[in-house]
């Protein structure tokens, strides 16, 4: 179909190629290699200490790495300056954080905490910022009259979804997440999902969402990455690597979800 | 005069050298902080132990001292520091803004414009800016050699959200030529203008912190606002009740029970100069003061 | 539209000491756009097995699966994504969605997927639901509190919001009372005659009889594995 070319962009976003990560003896993570796309999201699943955490952080340049190539946009991310990868950081990438206190400033008002980022890459207008963090305050479902509030004051639900508008005001095209819904309530959880869905649909990000919640992935990823021991043994599709899974690995790991 | 038991300026030869490269380094990279070895003084933390320290360095026999603690010469920290120097160093001392050589302050610049020559030295309590939003040293060091300063504006959004404008009234932050954000020491924000193309040489001492800073001769300082809430320099609108300045930085003294309460310049010298001039303000005669 | 040739599928089972389970071989099959092609075979001949391929959802052994012009079985992810959202609609037997998504929104989403504007998307959703008799004051709600039927309907009217030039039906008329049996199949014989290519597995003989052009029986590419 030409129109499924149409829809493919001939570059991925991201390149990952190779990439190591050893704490003395131990492999953090081992030969990872893949491509994202815009608008895709990637789901990585693995026990605890399988090296998805590890993975991710590396990848977002919050710790070394030993070897490998990381590609972003067509520019080699582990030769960029320090400078160059905190801007990167603050403009088009965003961190989602498991816990939102390491991701906000709990002493600073949601406003502040919406509007660093734009004041970090230079906006310099109140009436202007001021804006932009009550628009995104609405999109993550915060009620305007919370804008001078401390998040120390709000649930953990809203949160982590100041925590989401914190990160996405800026625009960013890549969006890591590290447990985004871990720590919440079932029914909080369904909302963030549902919230995040709606946003990486509506201004097409593309997402890499490490959990260790099978089901988190099949509705929020396209694409899965099953890690185990800093390896990677299955990637593919989601619902085909969840409902028809290759590796002995991903059996276990698919079989030992309980069903509701 | 001078006590001999004690080194001239009371620190001895090496650690007068060690601070003066610091004070170079400083100069040379203006508004950096640069780390220094603080010594122990005989005065506690707080009480201007910095400040005492780069005095204490740039001191010449032939130099005139001044010391003000928020403006006026006749405070108790004002007085025993100078004391020590004189003591200490035999200096000839002077209330004189324009006579003085150094002059040692805390949380004032002098009203009377300084002149090339001069050498202003400021206590610092906390010299890093971004302490307030950023409690990690290793973090904040990162943001100074980045030119990260976002989370300083960060501080003055949550002022107007909070108080309507910014309410930050003293040690307001400012960018020193175009490159590093610095803390201008708890002086009000009504002296920031003082800081930048000034003549003389600005020199600050932390020394609980053991940092030094500085801003050399006419280096440009600018105060960080907003585009819609521009840096305003602030004072009580009165005129002084004895010296009748009407642009000077006032002090708001409570004179009964009733309520009652006089605007003076903080600035003695520059208050007692004017009225030795003929300058009268609303209480002058009256003599309430 | 969709053309399955030589194909041939298996499990193996990890953690039942390395089973494998051979469930299909040398199938073949084509369906024309404008056409509706059942499968038929008894239960666990591999019905769902096949479609589960064609959509993807399942590893091809060996063999082929062209729809449209993609090669299913040597696909990249994204480009079976880009297919699912474009070409292949699939209704499942069962609902799954994100719960406390209000119904409305659920069938919605293909439509925002593919770039419609919410407007549209909506207002096309609604006169889905509305020919599917689900109340309208059910709209608002999620369809994960659904009675089956209800669920199945949803599922149906998600399928049937974007015209995807191809079908996959799962069931689609199972758990539905007669008039509601009627719209559905309605809806499929609309779908042909816009040129949709569909293949379905249909339980019920009635709608089979209906809307089928032609029948294969999956139990020939089983006996084909088993011989």
């Known amino acids: 179909m030409s129109i499924v070319q149409r829809m493919a962009p001939d570059t991925p976003l991201l390149q990952v190629d190779g990439l190591t990560k050893r704490y003395g003896a131990r492999i953090g993570c081992a030969d990872v290699s893949f491509d994202l796309w815009p608008g895709e999201v990637l789901g990585i699943v693995g026990e605890s200490g399988s090296g998805k955490s590890t993975l991710l952080s590396c990848l977002a340049g919050h710790q070394p790495t030993d070897a490998g190539r990381i590609r972003f946009d067509g520019r080699d991310v582990l030769a960029m300056s320090e400078t160059e990868r905190r801007r990167l950081a603050r403009t088009d990438w965003a961190y989602v954080h498991q816990n939102p206190r390491d991701g906000l400033r709990m002493g600073v008002s949601a406003g502040g905490n919406v509007g660093e980022r734009l004041m970090a890459v230079g906006a310099r207008n109140y009436g202007d910022i001021r804006g932009k963090a009550l628009d995104w305050l609405g999109r993550v479902e915060i009620a ?67 959990t260790h919640d099978l089901a988190v992935v099949r509705l929020l990823a396209d694409r899965l990455m099953v890690m185990k021991s800093g390896r990677v043994v299955e990637q593919g599709l989601t619902d085909q690597v969840l409902d028809d899974p290759q590796h002995a690995y991903t059996q276990l790991l698919v079989s030992s979800v309980l069903q509701v | 005069m001078t006590d001999q ?72 920290n004002a007085v025993s520091i100078r004391k020590f120097f004189q003591r200490t160093a035999g200096v000839a001392v002077t209330e004189a803004t324009g006579e003085a050589t150094i002059i040692q302050t805390r949380h004032r610049i002098p009203e009377q414009p300084l002149k090339a020559g001069q050498i202003l030295v400021y206590q610092v309590p906390i010299p890093e800016p971004l302490r307030f939003l950023e409690p990690r040293e290793t973090e904040t060091r990162k943001m100074h050699e980045l030119e990260e300063y976002g989370l300083m504006h960060v501080k003055l959004y949550e002022d107007i959200a909070r108080h309507g404008q910014i309410a930050t009234s003293y040690a307001y932050p400012v960018k020193v030529e175009g490159r590093y954000v610095m803390d201008p020491s708890p002086i009000p924000k009504f002296d920031n203008p003082k800081l930048s193309v000034n003549p003389a040489i600005q020199l ?35 005129d002084c009740d004895l010296c009748g300045a009407k642009d000077s930085y006032l002090d708001e003294v409570i004179t009964d029970d009733a309520g009652g309460r006089m605007y003076v310049c903080s600035d003695t010298d520059f208050c007692a100069g004017r009225q030795a001039a003929g300058h009268a303000g609303r209480l002058a005669a009256g003599g309430k003061a | 539209m969709i053309r399955i040739e030589n194909l041939s599928k298996g499990f193996t089972l990890y953690n039942q000491g390395g089973a494998v389970i051979q469930v299909m071989a040398g199938a073949c099959l084509t ?197």
């Open chain 2, 5 to 76: 038991a004690y080194n001239f300026a009371y620190l001895d030869e090496q650690t007068k050298r060690m601070i003066r490269r610091a004070l170079l380094k400083a100069l040379a990279v203006p508004g950096y902080q640069v780390p220094f070895a603080s010594r122990e003084m005989p005065m506690p933390y707080g009480w201007g132990t910095g400040g005492v320290q780069v005095t204490a360095a740039c001191l010449t026999p032939e130099d005139v001292l001044k010391v003000i603690d928020q403006g006026a010469d006749d405070t108790t």
């Open chain 1, 144 to 210: 305007a009259d919370r804008i001078d509030d401390r998040p120390r004051a709000f649930s953990g639900g809203m949160q982590q979804r100041l925590q989401i508008a914190r990160n996405l005001v800026t625009g960013p095209r890549l969006v890591f997440m590290d447990e985004p819904t871990g720590g919440l309530d079932v029914s909080v959880q369904a909302r963030l999902l549902d919230l995040l869905r709606g946003l990486v649909r509506d201004l097409g990000l593309s997402v890499i969402i490490v």
């Open chain 3, 31 to 227: 369906v024309n756009p404008g056409e509706c092609v059942g499968l038929v075979g008894q239960s666990g001949a591999g019905k769902s097995t096949l479609m589960r391929m064609v959509y993807g959802n399942y590893l091809a052994a060996g063999g082929s699966i062209l729809v449209g012009e993609l090669e299913v079985t040597r696909a990249e992810p994204r480009q079976i994504i880009a297919l699912r959202r474009q070409t292949l609609g699939y209704v499942s037997q069962f609902l799954r969605v994100v719960p406390r998504v209000p119904t409305l929104e659920v069938v919605a989403e293909p439509l925002l997927q593919l770039g419609l504007q919410v407007p549209e998307a909506r207002a096309r959703a609604a006169d889905l639901l509305a020919r599917l008799n689900i109340p309208e004051r059910l709209w608002s709600l999620s369809p994960t509190t659904f009675s089956g039927g209800e669920q199945q309907r949803v599922n149906i009217a998600r399928g049937f919001a974007h015209p995807y030039p191809a079908l996959l039906l799962d069931e689609p008329t199972a758990s539905l009372d007669a008039t509601n049996r009627a719209v559905v199949l309605a809806l499929i014989e609309e779908a042909k005659a816009r040129g949709a290519a569909i293949l379905g597995i249909f339980h019920d003989e009635g709608a089979r009889a209906q809307v089928c052009d032609r029948l294969v029986d999956v139990t020939a590419f089983t006996l084909g594995a088993a011989a």
């Open chain 2, 204 to 238: 600050f001492g932390a020394g609980r912190e053991q940092r030094i800073y500085a801003l050399p001769p006419f280096c440009n300082v600018v105060s960080l606002d907003f585009d819609d809430h521009p840096f305003r320099a602030t004072k009580a609108a009165h």
